[in-house]
């Protein structure tokens, strides 16, 4: 594994967190001095260098709406690639919400102010504000998300994606040892999305559809009598 002991890693860890967002025209201008971000402080093994000068390269080849509808399927349709870390936790959950509190409040206790239109378990966001830190602690606090970070590098990999040699450098800047791990299965997009039909009615909760017979039942009830005085 390899262990890079730079005296800065604040440009690698915001250019790595700059590849991972959106690919418009102003990312793909500076993919260049990204790369030599990269190779100036020295914090990624030499491989994982070429695989993500083999990212910008694919990004700068494609047409740039090939390279946006790619980055789009690939980071926003479905859990296991989401860029948004505690998704991979908590899904959609009442969980998530402190838990981005506790990491807003991380920000705020580093002296930062969180002002960024992505929520703050994002992962170019995470990454920038590591790259605030020192590097022992830029590297303490990754570590702590090293087991989201191999799923998401993991689901990545299985997707056959470039992408997934930066979220190995960003591991790599860790100290962490960067491994495939097993995924639960995630359910189809059109399924989590699905709404049912209006006035569908369901049949296993006790409700049928509309086009099927609709049992009725009677219940006997005596007849009550007419209290005395009441009028007939």
Do not use: K
Not at 122 to 140: D, G, I, K, R, Y
Request: hydrophobic share 40%; net charge negative; proline share 9%.
């Amino acid at each position: 594994m390899f262990q890079p002991h730079p005296e800065s890693v604040r440009l690698t860890l915001r250019a790595l967190g700059c590849l991972l967002t959106y690919p418009d025209a102003q990312l793909r201008a500076v993919l260049p001095q990204l790369v030599d971000a990269l190779q100036l402080e020295g914090a990624l093994s030499p491989r994982r260098l070429n695989e993500i000068e083999a990212l910008c390269r694919q990004i700068t080849t494609l047409a740039p709406m090939e390279a946006e509808a790619r980055y789009v399927d690939l980071f926003d349709r479905g859990r296991q690639t989401s860029l948004h870390l505690f998704e991979h936790v908590h899904g959609d959950s009442r969980d998530r919400g402190p838990a981005l509190i506790d990491l807003l409040q991380t920000y705020e206790r580093a002296g930062l102010q969180f002002s960024a239109p992505e929520l703050p378990d994002h992962l170019p966001v995470v990454l920038e504000f590591a790259s605030t830190q020192p590097p022992e602690v830029a590297s303490e606090f990754l570590s702590e998300m090293a087991h989201i970070l191999n799923a998401l590098f993991s689901a990545l990999l299985g997707r056959e994606s470039p992408y997934a040699s930066v979220v190995a450098a960003v591991l790599e800047v860790a100290g962490q040892r960067v491994q495939a791990v097993e995924l639960a299965p995630e359910p189809d997009l059109d399924e989590v999305w699905s709404e049912p039909a209006a006035f569908d009615g369901c049949s296993s909760r006790g409700q049928s559809r509309p086009d099927q017979p609709q049992p009725m039942h009677f219940v006997r009830t005596e007849r009550t009598r007419p209290q005395q005085g009441a009028s007939r």
